[in-house]
C-alpha cells in the first residue's frame, strides 16, 4: 500500500515502486505448503510446466558445463530418461517425485562417484545404488528406488529408451 518494501538481506533502507504505477510481485512456489485464502485471492496464477527432456538436457549443460562435452552426452540422455521414469511414475510409486534440483545433484554425485560416461547406467549399477540419496529424500523413496533397480525392471526400460533413440 506505501508502494515501497525492504530486503533485510540487501541492507537497503527500501525499494520503491514509481508512482505511476502500481507495483508487481512475483512469487514462486512448487505447493508443498497451502497458502492462507485471502493472499490466494490477490493472486494471479500461472502454472509452469515441468521441463522435458530436451529441455533438461540445456539445464544440465548450462549448469554442469563438463556434462556438454561429447562423450558425456549418452550418459546425461540415459540419466535423464531414468529421472523423467522416476517422475512419471513409470518406476516406483514414490512420495515425493524429484525436482530439477535433484538431477544436477545427482549426475555430479554419479560423476564424483567415477561414473564412465562412456558405459549404460544399468552397466554401473552399484554406482547407481550409492547415489540414490541424491535424487530420493526419503529413506521409503530410497528403498523403493533401490527395489525397482535390483529387481531388473530398470533394464527393461533402458532398452526401450534406447530403442526410441
Not at 3 to 30: G, M, Q
Not at 79 to 84: G, P, R, T, V, Y
Request: proline share 5%; aromatic share 8%.
Amino acid at each position: 500500500e506505501r508502494k515501497f518494501f525492504r530486503v533485510p538481506e540487501w541492507r537497503r533502507d527500501r525499494i520503491t515502486a514509481n508512482s505511476a504505477y502500481l507495483p508487481i510481485i512475483v512469487l514462486t512456489s512448487n505447493s508443498e505448503k497451502n497458502l492462507p485464502d485471502a493472499f490466494l485471492r490477490r493472486c494471479a496464477f500461472h502454472h509452469i510446466s515441468f521441463p522435458g527432456e530436451e529441455t533438461l538436457a540445456r539445464i544440465v549443460e548450462m549448469r554442469l558445463p563438463v556434462f556438454g562435452q561429447r562423450r558425456e552426452t549418452g550418459l546425461v540422455r540415459e540419466a535423464i530418461e531414468f529421472f523423467l521414469a522416476l517422475r512419471d511414475q513409470t518406476a516406483p510409486r514414490l512420495d515425493k517425485k524429484p525436482a530439477t534440483a535433484e538431477l544436477i545433484d545427482w549426475l555430479m554425485m554419479l560423476r564424483h562417484s567415477g561414473i564412465n560416461p562412456e558405459k549404460s547406467l544399468v552397466d554401473q549399477q552399484a554406482i547407481v545404488l550409492q547415489s540414490i540419496a541424491a535424487l530420493a529424500k526419503s529413506e521409503n523413496d530410497q528403498r523403493n528406488i533401490r527395489e525397482w533397480i535390483e529387481s531388473r525392471r530398470w533394464e527393461e526400460m533402458v532398452k526401450i529408451w534406447k530403442t526410441k533413440q
